[in-house]
């Protein structure tokens, strides 16, 4: 049994690895078609049909370009930091609950790679060492550009973890669990915690973009001001390294707001279908997968539609909106919480 | 017996990349291999089945305290070429002190009394659960007069950044 459990994990984690890989891939590609359908453009259409080609295409350019360490930087630095850009925004995926349970034979297999009981401080965690990547690289570059996007990076993903954290304690306070396979579970029974959790998902929401270091807050690599921001001097596969750790980040907060808010796996009516077993458990994936699409196009929508926010502003909105946002909906949280729990009678 | 290999390997990675903190002569290095020596440390804390304090020591320590520390010495821009000579006096004051505090810890702890090393896996005191209830049950007044006392600190430091105060 152990050796199995061994061999299905490993695959599993292949499984997500490649899928991680392939959906980061291709939302590459969909970026620029959606971008093109937001501005009246065709978009990428020469590499094969409607330019499905086109990822691959950018990839082979990505890798055949000159490698080029600049002569003041901090070689090793310099190589470490979009290793752990991407090293961290891989590491996220092991936490997600991807469907129900398989039923092979005796064996149970369940889609998620590990359910630890700390799930949520695990991807806090996370999210808090990500910032090194973007802070390592920026320095190591030794151009001022790159320092202030790294410094712009690391003050903005500070600030806007505190408001997260705020939203996802109220959320843990509702479920009472900080494993994600529960509260995937907990929203099978009940209703999504959209419902519950209006204001503290608005939260996580802007806080995931910001995180993400998505537009409209994309002021670490602003190109009018600040060139590049701080992946100015890489080249070839390093900055190929971060442009991907950026849509891996986005597909991992997009899973992590479906899974979270809107029920994961699940979806309305879902055991009144008359399916059971493998085939409901590969109906709730590919329900989850469309639940992640759709935030990734949200994303991409939210970049074609919001102007970028200036600096001042964005850590007004993170500091003097979010935070007592946050924390307003903690307390209400607690309230309602009590009320039912027959604190104040 | 993996347990074990992981208690040498942590404990080892711990102590080696501390020394690296001190001997590194950028102190860009020195925050980095510091963060490295705590992500060890919290690995002792899972060996010792404290979950959520291994997490927290990762979330807090390595994600927040070390990234402020790396902006500082970003935005004061250090590194050894502008680090000021200093002078023979207070390098041999250094080492006097050095060794005197040294010499004071190894003899504390040589009077020290190992105690007897129980079996911590199995009775589940590090895990979320339990770590709630004692925090919000028995020790619920000691845990919230410290979050008066962050508090309290967090206004002062508000006040003390403040630029125009009459």
């Given amino acids: ?345 | 017996m993996i347990t074990q290999y992981l208690f040498y390997f942590l404990t080892f990675t711990a102590i080696f990349c501390a020394l690296l903190v001190v001997f590194s002569k950028n102190p860009i290095y020195s925050a980095l291999y510091l963060i490295v020596t705590f992500f060890a440390t919290a690995g002792h804390y899972f060996l010792l089945n404290a979950q959520f304090l291994g997490a927290v020591h990762v979330i807090v320590y390595a994600g927040a305290i070390m990234v402020l520390f790396i902006y500082v010495i970003m935005m004061l821009n250090l590194n050894k070429e502008v680090e000021p000579h200093k002078s023979n006096i207070i390098k041999i004051a250094a080492t006097v002190c050095g060794g005197i505090l040294g010499l004071v810890l190894i003899a504390a702890l040589r009077e020290t009394e190992l105690g007897e090393i129980t079996e911590y896996s199995n009775n589940g005191i590090g895990l979320i659960e339990k770590l709630g209830n004692v925090l919000f049950g028995a020790y619920m007044v000691p845990f919230e007069i410290s979050t008066v006392l962050f508090l309290s600190a967090m206004v002062g430091a508000v006040f003390l950044s403040k630029k125009n105060i009459h």
């Fill in chain 1, 1 to 345: 049994m152990l050796s199995t459990e061994i061999i299905y994990k490993i695959i599993l984690i292949l499984a997500v690895f490649t899928v991680t890989l392939v959906v980061a891939l291709y939302s590459t590609f969909a970026e620029r078609k959606v971008a093109a359908v937001l501005q009246d453009r065709y978009g990428p259409n020469r590499a094969g049909p409607l330019g499905m080609f086109q990822p691959f295409a950018d990839g082979v350019k990505m890798f055949t370009k000159e490698e080029f360490i600049p002569g003041n930087a901090d070689k090793q630095l310099f190589i470490l930091g979009p290793s752990i850009a991407m090293l961290t925004c891989l590491m996220t995926g092991a936490v997600i609950p991807w469907g129900g349970d398989l039923t092979i034979g005796d064996y149970i297999f369940k889609l998620q790679v590990t359910d630890i009981n700390i799930g949520i401080l695990y991807l806090l965690g996370v999210v808090s060492v990500g910032v090194y990547g973007i802070m390592i690289g920026g320095w190591a570059s030794n151009n001022k550009y790159s320092l202030l996007g790294a410094l712009r990076a690391s003050s903005q993903m500070i600030s806007y973890e505190i408001a997260m954290g705020l939203a996802l304690i109220a959320l843990v306070m509702m479920t009472g669990s900080l494993s994600l396979g529960e509260i995937v579970r907990q929203q099978d029974e009940g209703l999504a915690n959209i419902v519950y959790q209006p204001l503290g998902f608005l939260i996580f929401l802007v806080c995931a973009f910001a995180e993400t270091n998505r537009a409209p807050f994309d002021l670490p690599e602003t190109e009018s001001e600040l060139v590049g921001g701080y992946h100015t001097e890489f080249s070839s596969m390093k900055l190929g390294f971060y442009l991907f750790s950026e849509y891996i980040n986005m597909f991992i907060s997009s899973a992590l707001i479906a899974t979270l808010y809107f029920g994961g796996y699940n979806f309305p009516f879902q055991h009144s279908l008359g399916i059971e077993g493998n085939a409901l458990s590969i109906v709730q994936t590919v329900v989850f997968f469309g639940k992640i699409f759709f935030f990734i196009f949200f994303y991409m929508w939210v970049r074609w539609t919001i102007p970028r926010f200036r600096y001042d502003q964005l850590m007004k909105l993170g500091w003097k909106t979010l935070i007592p946002l946050a924390i307003l909906n903690l307390f209400i949280t607690g309230i309602v919480i009590g009320f039912k729990n027959g604190f104040f009678n």
